[in-house]
């Protein structure tokens, strides 16, 4: 059973330029969340989808990002207009229905915005 | 609003010391997860607590909860160098299915 996985895994755009962040959760797992890590940091909560839905976006910035899961193919993070601040380590994780489950984190996609 | 805090947030140890990092959190949660970074990587998963007084050991780590007060331990025994890393609690907030990161630990161990 693959695990959850992420590309690219390293991601470089200039300033201006938009980011497409995938990820493919593990199989049978219907809830995707997004997280993002800036250096030194811990991880903070951006969103969290189940197919087709947004469920709570609450960590979302109000502008540039969006996140969708369509019923077909993996869920994707897309940041239009990158800044030099959006440059971190953006991790995915899945779950099954059950939240029992300790979430399962994916490679992570290293951002850098030059 | 839930917050998570983790002490200390840098912990530089020897080789054969036994230390606890401490993790607090400020509302209801009785699930409770720690992980371990290694640098450039991903998280793995270490430790699910679900439920008041539980405890868990892996090794020479050993990770317990008290939902009273809202706090968790993450304690090494007879450190080794290879579990230099950095270390995370996280909390699900209760009725919000999502779960609330602490800053992390970072644990150098010298040989």
């Known amino acids: 059973n693959a695990g959850v996985m992420q590309n690219p895994r390293h991601l470089v755009r200039r300033r201006g330029q938009e980011a497409r962040l995938r990820c493919s959760p593990m199989k049978g797992h219907s809830h995707v969340y997004w997280y993002r890590q800036l250096p030194e940091e811990g991880l903070k909560f951006m969103v969290y989808?189940?197919?087709?839905?947004?469920?709570?976006e609450s960590g979302m910035p109000k502008e540039r990002f969006s996140a969708e899961f369509p019923k077909e193919g993996p869920s994707i993070l897309r940041i239009q207009q990158v800044v030099r601040g959006d440059s971190a380590a953006y991790f995915c994780?899945?779950?099954?229905?059950?939240?029992?489950?300790?979430?399962?984190f994916g490679p992570g996609t290293r951002l850098t915005v030059t | 609003e839930l917050k998570v805090e983790q002490n200390p947030l840098f912990l530089s140890m020897q080789e054969g010391k036994n230390y606890t990092i401490y993790c607090n959190y400020s509302t209801t949660s009785d699930r409770l997860y720690w992980y371990r970074q290694d640098p450039g990587k991903s998280l793995e998963s270490l430790f699910v607590l679900l439920s008041n007084g539980a405890v868990k050991q892996e090794g020479r780590l050993m990770a317990s909860l008290d939902t009273k007060a809202r706090l968790s331990t993450l304690h090494i025994t007879a450190a080794v160098h290879d579990l230099s890393a950095t270390y995370f609690c996280?909390?699900?907030?209760?009725?919000?299915?999502?779960?609330?990161f602490g800053k992390g630990t970072r644990l150098h161990i010298l040989p």
């Open positions: 994780a899945s779950s099954p229905v059950s939240s029992i489950t300790p979430r399962y």
């Open positions: 996280a909390v699900e907030d209760a009725g919000d299915d999502k779960i609330i």
């Open positions: 989808l189940q197919k087709e839905n947004i469920i709570d």
